[in-house]
């Protein structure tokens, strides 16, 4: 880990950050020191992150290399008041630390190797979560959440609508774009990743 990480960590820890961009920090696993910091809410490892107040996509304000993470350390589980965790475009695969994560609200993995959901069965606080581009088949694991505003599925592998995503009641936007859903005309995923479909997808069931 290179110094100027360190020392944003640190400053992180004195001054009680809430918020902490570690995108293009040229990481190759989430240190312990920030599974340490009391108080985050918020954890970016992307280079690039959707800001939902600024209505825009923002680059990282790092300038370092791209991080290499695989691994999310078992310790992220000390992050007790951790609401957002943005780990788009890592290598991860597994999940199963974030069991214990259970304030989180929004969960960002667009690109990362994700296949297996089972381990967030018991995030009932997740209201945004990004799927995209993942390798995603099986939506069963979060069949008892139902506090989503906003799914992105585009260019997952679900092959199969589930139905049961109709009846979130909070459901705002779903996203559909490039999956080899079957049992959905091709023409309501939409022209392009991020895309709501769920209007038209909703029109098209009721009939």
Not at 52 to 81: C, D, M, Y
Not at 128 to 135: F, H, W, Y
Not at 152 to 163: D, G
Not at 172 to 201: D, H, K, M, R
Request: glycine content about 6%; charged content about 20%; aromatic content about 6%.
């Amino acid at each position: 880990m290179e110094k100027w990480v360190q020392d944003k960590i640190e400053r992180a820890r004195i001054e009680r950050w809430k918020r902490l961009d570690l995108g293009k920090a040229g990481l190759t696993e989430i240190p312990q020191t920030v599974c340490e910091l009391e108080g985050l809410e918020n954890l970016l490892l992307t280079e690039e992150y959707y800001d939902s107040e600024l209505e825009k996509w923002v680059v990282s304000e790092n300038h370092g290399r791209p991080n290499l993470i695989s691994v999310i350390p078992e310790q992220i589980a000390l992050l007790t008041g951790l609401t957002s965790l943005d780990l788009s475009g890592t290598q991860v695969e597994d999940l199963s630390p974030l069991h214990a994560l259970t304030g989180l609200t929004s969960l960002y993995l667009s690109g990362a190797q994700v296949e297996d959901l089972s381990p967030l069965w018991a995030l009932t606080e997740l209201i945004d979560l990004d799927l995209s581009g993942t390798q995603v088949e099986d939506l069963s694991p979060l069949h008892a959440l139902t506090g989503f505003t906003f799914l992105n599925l585009s260019e997952s592998r679900l092959r199969v609508f589930p139905l049961w995503l109709l009846h979130l009641p909070h459901l705002e936007s779903l996203s559909l774009y490039g999956t080899p859903i079957t049992n959905l005309p091709l023409e309501l995923l939409g022209a392009s990743s991020g895309v709501n479909c769920l209007a038209a997808v909703r029109a098209h069931i009721a009939d």
